[in-house]
C-alpha cells in the first residue's frame, strides 16, 4: 500500500512526496480511511508511530476546498514542545496549499498570538491553559469549527488537564468531528472518549508495548554511582544522538552542566527553562549542536527527532506506561535504537512490570572495570541545593521592656499629663476613664 491509494489533493500528494513518505505506518493505514470519510476516531497508538500525519493529512484535505482566514481545526495538545512539533509538521504537509496554522501556547507573549489569529488562520495548534485565556478574553472564534483533535489523551490526563479540556469543548460546535489520539486507554480516558466521541471508529496499533525496533538493557548500579556509570556508558558506547531521562528539573539541570563540564555537546530540558531556551536547546538537538539532551518526561513531550540512537534512563520512570512513552523516542521510523536503564533495587517491582508488558526478560549488563563497590559520600555533593543567599533581614525591634507594655487602649507613660482622676460617665470619682483625645494619642 502506498500513500497514493489514499487518492489526496495533487497539491497534498506533493507535499508527501516530498518529505519523503512513501508507505503509510499502521496507524496511518487504518486512521487515515475512517477521518476521511467524516468519522469520529479512537485512535490508540504509542509515540512515534507517525499517528500526527494520520490525523493532519485528512484535516488538509477537508479544509482545501472550502474558505480561507476562519479557524475550522483545532488540535489540542498537553504540552508546548507538541503543539510546535505538530505546527511544524502542518507547514510542511500544507506547503503547496494555502492553508495555514499558528501554535498558541503558554510561556511566550499572547499579543503576537493574538495579531496571527486576527490575520486569520484554518488550523490553531494549542495547549489548554493559554486557549481557555484566548477563550475568556474572546480572542479566538471558533464559531466555524469543523474538526477537533485531541493528542495525547493520557498526558493531558496524567498532567490534569481534563477539566480545561471538558471547559473548551463545551464552547465548541457540536456539529463537527471529533478525534482522539491516546497511547493508553485508562478509566478517565475511556470516559472521555464517551463524552466527546459519537459512534467512533477505534484503531489500536500496539499501544501496550514498546516499539519492537528497540533493544533493552538494564544496568543494576547504587544510587550514588549513576553519575560515574553514565559518563563511563558514554565513553565506552558509539552513539549518534541521545536523549537521557531524569526524575526532576533539577536533576536534568545538574546532570546536563556536568556533561558539558566532561566536554559532551550537551543541553538540558526542563520545566523551569523560558521558552526560548527550550526551544533552543530542541532546535540544537535536531541540529545536531547538542549531542545529547537530558530531559524530564512532561518537556520531552513533542521530540521529535528521527536520529535518536540512545534513551538513557538515569532515573528509572514512575509506570510502565512512562518507560513506553520514554524509549518511544527512539526505534522510529523502521529505524533501530537502544534503552539503556540505570536501576536501583528500589526499583525492581517496576522492572518486572516492564518485563511482563515486553513479555521477556531484559538484559541486566555490567561494564568492565567500572567500581561498583565505591562507598557513598558522607553527604549528597552531588545534587544538593546551594544553599540560598541570606536575605537583608530587618533590623530587630527594640524589645519593650515589662514595665512598657500597655494594655490595649492604654495611654504611654511618655504621653499621660499629671492630671487628675477624671470622672467616669457614671459620675463616680476614682475610675479611670479616658477622652477621645487622650485615646487618638495613644494610638
Do not use: W
Not at 513518505?21 to 470519510?37: C, D, E, G
Request: include cysteine; charged fraction near 25%.
Amino acid at each position: 500500500m502506498s500513500f497514493g491509494s489514499f487518492k489526496f489533493h495533487p497539491q497534498i500528494s506533493a507535499s508527501v512526496a516530498s518529505l519523503g513518505y512513501i508507505t503509510p505506518t499502521p496507524i496511518q493505514k487504518q486512521a487515515i480511511p475512517p477521518v476521511l470519510s467524516g468519522k469520529d476516531v479512537m485512535g490508540l497508538a504509542q509515540t512515534g508511530t507517525g499517528k500526527t500525519a494520520a490525523f493532519v493529512l485528512p484535516i488538509l484535505e477537508r479544509l482545501l476546498p472550502g474558505p480561507r482566514g476562519r479557524v475550522r481545526s483545532l488540535i489540542i495538545a498537553p504540552t508546548r514542545e507538541l503543539a510546535e512539533q505538530i505546527h511544524v509538521s502542518i507547514g510542511e504537509l500544507a506547503r503547496n496549499t494555502q492553508i495555514t496554522s499558528c501554535a498558541i501556547y503558554g510561556g511566550v507573549g499572547v499579543n503576537p498570538q493574538i495579531q496571527k489569529l486576527r490575520s486569520g488562520v484554518d488550523v490553531v495548534v494549542a495547549c489548554p491553559g493559554r486557549l481557555l485565556d484566548h477563550l475568556g478574553q474572546k480572542t479566538i472564534d471558533l464559531s466555524h469549527l469543523e474538526v477537533l483533535v485531541l493528542d495525547e489523551a493520557d498526558r493531558m490526563m496524567d498532567m490534569g488537564f481534563l477539566p480545561d479540556v471538558r471547559r473548551i469543548i463545551k464552547q465548541l460546535p457540536l456539529k463537527r468531528q471529533t478525534l482522539m489520539f491516546s497511547a493508553t486507554m485508562p478509566e478517565d480516558i475511556r470516559r472521555l472518549t464517551g463524552e466527546v466521541l459519537r459512534d467512533p471508529v477505534t484503531v489500536k496499533v500496539d499501544h501496550a508495548a514498546p516499539a519492537n525496533t528497540v533493544s533493552h538493557a538494564l544496568y543494576p548500579v547504587a544510587q550514588h554511582l549513576k553519575t560515574a556509570l553514565l559518563m563511563e556508558l558514554l565513553r565506552q558506547t558509539d552513539t549518534e544522538s541521545i536523549l537521557i531521562f531524569t526524575r526532576t528539573k533539577y536533576r536534568a539541570k545538574r546532570i546536563g552542566q556536568q556533561l558539558e563540564k566532561a566536554g559532551y555537546k550537551a543541553a538540558s530540558l526542563q520545566g523551569n527553562l523560558s521558552q526560548n531556551r527550550r526551544q533552543d536547546a530542541l532546535d540544537g538537538f535536531r541540529n545536531g549542536s547538542y549531542q545529547i539532551l537530558v530531559a524530564t518526561d512532561i518537556a520531552a513531550r513533542g521530540i521529535d527527532v528521527l536520529s535518536i540512537s540512545h534513551v538513557i534512563n538515569y532515573d528509572m520512570p514512575d509506570t510502565t506506561d512512562a518507560y513506553t512513552h520514554r524509549i518511544g523516542r527512539t526505534g522510529r521510523a523502521a529505524k533501530t535504537g537502544d534503552a539503556f536503564t540505570f536501576v536501583t533495587r528500589e526499583d525492581e517491582p517496576l522492572v518486572r512490570s516492564i518485563e511482563q508488558v515486553l513479555g521477556s526478560t531484559i538484559e541486566r549488563r555490567t561494564l568492565q572495570n567500572f567500581d561498583y563497590e565505591k562507598a557513598p559520600p558522607a553527604r549528597d555533593t552531588e545534587f544538593a541545593r546551594p544553599p540560598r543567599e541570606p536575605q537583608r533581614s530587618r533590623p530587630a525591634k527594640k524589645p519593650v521592656q515589662p514595665e512598657a507594655r500597655m494594655d490595649k487602649g492604654a495611654v504611654p507613660k511618655s504621653n499621660q499629663r499629671p492630671v487628675q482622676p477624671p470622672q467616669s460617665r457614671t459620675g463616680k470619682a476614682g475610675v479611670k476613664t479616658f477622652s477621645p483625645s487622650a485615646k487618638r494619642r495613644s494610638r
